[in-house]
């Protein structure tokens, strides 16, 4: 299976700068299975998307082709091949 994952620049700085990753061969088909391969491929960028618990951290938003995953299993969301994973941290501040 091949997803392509998008990330903003404050994420890309974790992947060496890279903004747009195709990710091959995720074995199995949900998100937490997409995050687990990311993390072994990129330990920094894997902590700054999941906490301790390995949960979604709370100010990360993840959409899979355009659906917000927290409204669709979280984890547990289906990716498709083909699929493209935006991964956009919350921007917060005054």
């Known amino acids: 299976m091949s997803v392509e994952v998008v990330l903003p620049g404050s994420l ?3 992947t060496g700068g890279v ?3 195709h990710v091959v061969g995720v074995p199995g088909g949900t998100l937490g299975d997409l995050l687990d391969l990311l993390a072994a491929q990129h330990p920094l960028l894997g902590r700054r998307i999941r906490d301790e618990t390995g949960s ?3 100010f990360v938003n993840v959409y899979v082709d355009g659906e917000d995953v927290r409204y669709d299993g979280t984890l547990a969301a289906a990716v ?3 699929a493209v994973v935006q991964i ?3 921007v917060a501040g005054g």
Request: aromatic share 0%; net charge positive.
């Open 88 to 90: 956009l941290p919350s």
């Open 12 to 14: 890309a700085d974790l």
């Open 80 to 82: 498709r091949n083909g």
């Open 56 to 58: 979604l951290r709370r």
């Open 19 to 21: 903004k747009h990753l």
